[in-house]
């Protein structure tokens, strides 16, 4: 039978599951509109050459600083290219910085290399949960979204935005002990089956009896390690004991011993001497 904590790691595994495929298919779609976008880019080039309508701002320059300039149309016939003075530039580097933010979320939900995120981006570690993820996704949908773009990426960016709302749901839900809780490692060593004793001793010795009025050897054993400890110690701290020598050698060293005063606690009253007291005593001494 799965408790309710198995069903949590259960859950939040298979949300993870989701958001790993959703950032791949968000990977694979940005390769596909960039590769688009740049053919489309490569076509508007070669049509302005032969229309006069369509003018560039340096006819001999590389395609990634070409200028594309028309006053007809807002985007680059089929891609999401802005017309617009360094377009193509500006629309490239977009998707690589889409690429590389989707790298670096699969990176944290596969969780490696955990030690560089918990040092140098921690909103990505373990001591976070999943409410900074689900943001980051959310902003990577909606940057995919705002264009028009193909079924593909349109499908995948919608699937990215609905699992980056649950993230931030679950983040929300489990705050800062999300990915605790679907952590195979800590699940392991948190709920694991303490129904039997574990020790970190070596294996058992073997116990040997004899006749007669020997001893047990396991016994003599134990009496000999205490032995060995014993004189071990001794040789490591000898001393001069408590007595005359001691207190000489402590003076020599410079610590002191002093002897405390006598004194009775105070709950205990103090003797008075009767009269009775004085005549017992006074004829002990004549009888003697």
């Known amino acids: 039978m799965v408790s309710k904590k198995g069903y949590i790691f259960i859950g939040?595994?298979?949300v993870r599951a989701l958001s790993i495929i959703a950032l791949l298919l968000l990977f694979a779609s940005s390769i596909v509109t960039m590769v688009q976008d740049i053919r489309s880019v490569n076509a508007f080039i070669a049509a302005g050459k032969a229309n006069p309508d369509i003018r560039t701002a340096e006819a001999n320059s590389t395609s990634t600083d070409?200028?594309?300039i028309s006053g007809d149309t807002d985007y680059v016939d089929g891609s999401t290219v802005p017309n617009q003075p360094a377009g193509a530039f500006w629309a490239v580097l977009n998707r690589l910085l889409i690429i590389f933010q989707?790298?670096?979320?699969i990176m944290s939900e596969v969780g490696w290399p955990m030690?560089?995120?918990?040092r140098f981006f921690p909103i990505l570690g373990d001591?976070?949960?999943?409410?900074?993820?689900?943001?980051?996704?959310?902003?990577?949908?909606a940057a995919v979204?705002?264009?028009?773009v193909d079924e593909f990426s349109l499908v995948s960016a919608f699937f990215l935005f609905s699992i980056a709302c649950l993230n931030i749901l679950l983040g929300l839900i489990f705050r800062e002990k999300a990915k605790v809780h679907r952590s195979i490692t800590s699940w392991r060593e948190q709920y694991k089956d303490d129904s039997l004793p574990t020790t970190s001793l070596g294996p058992p010795r073997q116990l040997m009896m004899s006749t007669g009025t020997t001893a047990v050897s396991w016994d003599k054993e134990a009496a000999g390690a205490e032995t060995a400890r014993s004189g071990s110690l001794s040789s490591q701290k000898s001393g001069m004991g408590f007595g005359r020598q001691g207190e000489k050698a402590a003076l020599a060293r410079g610590?002191?011993?002093?002897?405390?005063?006598e004194a009775l606690p105070t709950y205990v009253p103090k003797r008075t001497v009767t009269v009775r007291d004085s005549v017992d005593a006074s004829g002990s001494e004549t009888a003697v």
């Open 255 to 261: 610590y002191t011993i002093t002897r405390p005063d």
């Open 127 to 141: 001591n976070f949960g999943l409410g900074a993820l689900g943001v980051i996704q959310c902003l990577l949908g």
């Open 145 to 148: 979204l705002s264009h028009h």
């Open 115 to 118: 030690a560089f995120f918990n």
């Open 12 to 14: 939040l595994n298979v």
């Open 102 to 105: 989707v790298i670096v979320l």
């Open 66 to 68: 070409i200028d594309c």
